[in-house]
């Protein structure tokens, strides 16, 4: 029997990834791309693209200090088109230029944007530029009107549309280095307008590709939504509103204890969103409690939505998770929700994904416990961070030895692509005929 290798929709989509990494490694080496007009390491802008084209946030510099307008810019670009998939924005470009969408490029669309059908595939990609550039543009136009009478007209445009793109990408760069390194957005923890927007922005990129469409073709109908619709619509509100009640319980006297009361409450509500895959913070993170730094990295070990700009386990895989439970506990062999029952072979789907992360987040911590001095709270926190790209970190992450750093941004790579989405690239498919095997039980629990 003869094995073909080839280059799978998945392998082509992990091999856009590396190309925009590479790329984006290349141009932040480059003298015009730091401040100072210096070379900075191939092994340091490795990291910097790495965490922009995988939307994650985490940095050994700071992004203002340390990157000129050309570098920044570059960060930018990568977020954007990594936010967005490298697919999706090839062949938005071939549609523009307008060249022919063949069956295989449709094919590698329906990969990127989480759809199991080829036909429509041009006018999703459109739908999903349109919505991107209509939502990045009010945020931008909205945020403008806080930063114009701080910073003027041109930094004022710039800084709207930089951090409109972070916030929509699920990224988590910031330029407001200019109020203290690493700062964020702290500086705008008690501002309505800042906290509104930034969440909004974060939401709409986190909940998904599929979900967009399908809330605009069926508007406010929510009975004539999609199952996976419902479910992650449902599983977010639970999540962003239950995470900021905790976060509250947990945080009143400790990081959010200098704050007023309703500062407390938007503080709270703005990280139970950012946790999820932004990347973005109002509070010192330095001064979370035990519980509430748990509870940030169970958030983030979550994530957002199949199919969009975050990272992380997804929705969907966490609703599935509990779901299972219950059905295992009532001795059913069906999972149903909403009046319809789910492919049996879901369930051993989200278990592969819980799986995976599990491992990878045991083995980096296993690693990063032996070699750094940070406490094991923090490492954990920086690695579940990474692998759900979040951006979120408690400790300079410039202070990790380079080994702890190779292991961030396999992280960040995994998390971005997909844990099993990799592993299915590496896998080969053989034409071996199944071979039925004896059955036998074991004991479970």
Same mark, same amino acid.
């Given at each position: 029997m003869k094995l073909k290798k080839k280059i799978t929709y998945k392998r082509f989509i992990i091999l856009g990834f590396l190309i925009l990494i590479a790329v984006g490694t290349l141009l932040l080496t480059l003298p015009i791309a730091s401040k100072d007009r210096s070379m900075t390491s191939l092994f340091d802008a490795l990291f910097t693209a790495t965490s922009a084209s995988c939307v994650t946030g985490l940095v050994v510099f700071d992004t203002f200090s340390h990157w000129s307008l050309f570098g920044q810019t570059v960060i930018l670009l990568l977020v954007q088109i990594g936010g967005l998939g490298v697919i999706s924005v090839i062949s938005m470009f071939s549609i523009a230029l307008g060249r022919r969408i063949g069956l295989q490029e449709r094919q590698l669309i329906a990969e990127t944007a989480g759809n199991g059908q080829i036909g429509g595939m041009v006018r999703l990609i459109k739908r999903i530029f349109l919505i991107t550039l209509i939502v990045e543009s009010t945020g931008a136009v909205l945020l403008f009107i806080k930063f114009y009478p701080m910073l003027g007209v041109g930094r004022g445009i710039y800084y709207a549309i930089f951090h409109s793109v972070s916030a929509f990408c699920n990224a988590g760069f910031d330029l407001f280095g200019v109020r203290g390194e690493y700062a964020s957005l702290t500086p705008f923890a008690g501002d309505v307008l800042v906290n509104v927007v930034i969440m909004l922005l974060i939401i709409i990129g986190g909940i998904g590709f599929p979900v967009w469409d399908d809330l605009i073709k069926k508007k406010l109908k929510f009975k004539k939504y999609d199952l996976h619709t419902k479910i992650v619509l449902c599983v977010s509100f639970i999540l962003i509103f239950g995470g900021a009640a905790l976060f509250y319980i947990f945080e009143r006297n400790a990081s959010l204890g200098g704050m007023k009361g309703g500062t407390k409450i938007l503080s709270s509500l703005f990280q139970s969103v950012t946790a999820r895959t932004a990347g973005f913070n109002t509070?010192?993170?330095?001064?979370?409690?035990?519980?509430?730094? =748990?509870?940030? *990295?169970? =958030?983030?070990?979550?994530?957002?939505? #199949?199919? /969009?700009?975050?990272?992380?386990?997804?929705?969907?895989?966490?609703? +599935?998770?509990? =779901?299972?439970?219950?059905?295992?506990?009532?001795?059913?062999? /069906?999972? *149903?929700?909403?009046?319809?029952?789910?492919?049996?072979? +879901?369930?051993?789907?989200?278990?592969?994904?819980?799986?995976?992360?599990?491992? $990878? +987040?045991?083995?980096?911590? @296993?690693?990063?416990?032996?070699?750094?001095?940070?406490?094991?709270?923090?490492?954990?926190?920086?690695? +579940?961070? $990474?692998?759900?790209?979040?951006? @979120?970190?408690? *400790?300079?992450?410039?202070?990790?030895? #380079?080994?702890?750093?190779?292991? @961030?941004?396999?992280?960040?790579f995994c998390g971005r692509v997909g844990g099993v989405t990799l592993m299915l690239s590496l896998a080969e498919k053989c034409d071996f005929a199944p071979v039925n095997r004896p059955e036998e039980k074991i004991l479970i629990g």
């Amino acid at each position: 029997m003869k094995l073909k290798k080839k280059i799978t929709y998945k392998r082509f989509i992990i091999l856009g990834f590396l190309i925009l990494i590479a790329v984006g490694t290349l141009l932040l080496t480059l003298p015009i791309a730091s401040k100072d007009r210096s070379m900075t390491s191939l092994f340091d802008a490795l990291f910097t693209a790495t965490s922009a084209s995988c939307v994650t946030g985490l940095v050994v510099f700071d992004t203002f200090s340390h990157w000129s307008l050309f570098g920044q810019t570059v960060i930018l670009l990568l977020v954007q088109i990594g936010g967005l998939g490298v697919i999706s924005v090839i062949s938005m470009f071939s549609i523009a230029l307008g060249r022919r969408i063949g069956l295989q490029e449709r094919q590698l669309i329906a990969e990127t944007a989480g759809n199991g059908q080829i036909g429509g595939m041009v006018r999703l990609i459109k739908r999903i530029f349109l919505i991107t550039l209509i939502v990045e543009s009010t945020g931008a136009v909205l945020l403008f009107i806080k930063f114009y009478p701080m910073l003027g007209v041109g930094r004022g445009i710039y800084y709207a549309i930089f951090h409109s793109v972070s916030a929509f990408c699920n990224a988590g760069f910031d330029l407001f280095g200019v109020r203290g390194e690493y700062a964020s957005l702290t500086p705008f923890a008690g501002d309505v307008l800042v906290n509104v927007v930034i969440m909004l922005l974060i939401i709409i990129g986190g909940i998904g590709f599929p979900v967009w469409d399908d809330l605009i073709k069926k508007k406010l109908k929510f009975k004539k939504y999609d199952l996976h619709t419902k479910i992650v619509l449902c599983v977010s509100f639970i999540l962003i509103f239950g995470g900021a009640a905790l976060f509250y319980i947990f945080e009143r006297n400790a990081s959010l204890g200098g704050m007023k009361g309703g500062t407390k409450i938007l503080s709270s509500l703005f990280q139970s969103v950012t946790a999820r895959t932004a990347g973005f913070n109002t509070v010192d993170l330095t001064k979370l409690s035990k519980s509430g730094s =748990l509870l940030m *990295t169970s =958030l983030m070990a979550v994530g957002g939505s #199949p199919a /969009s700009t975050a990272g992380g386990i997804k929705t969907t895989t966490l609703a +599935v998770l509990f =779901l299972n439970a219950y059905a295992a506990a009532r001795h059913t062999k /069906s999972i *149903t929700l909403f009046s319809r029952r789910l492919h049996d072979n +879901v369930a051993e789907q989200a278990g592969a994904v819980i799986t995976i992360f599990a491992t $990878a +987040v045991f083995a980096s911590l @296993l690693f990063m416990c032996a070699k750094e001095s940070a406490g094991a709270g923090d490492i954990l926190f920086e690695i +579940v961070s $990474a692998a759900g790209t979040v951006g @979120l970190a408690k *400790t300079v992450t410039a202070a990790f030895l #380079p080994a702890s750093k190779i292991i @961030l941004i396999l992280l960040m790579f995994c998390g971005r692509v997909g844990g099993v989405t990799l592993m299915l690239s590496l896998a080969e498919k053989c034409d071996f005929a199944p071979v039925n095997r004896p059955e036998e039980k074991i004991l479970i629990g």
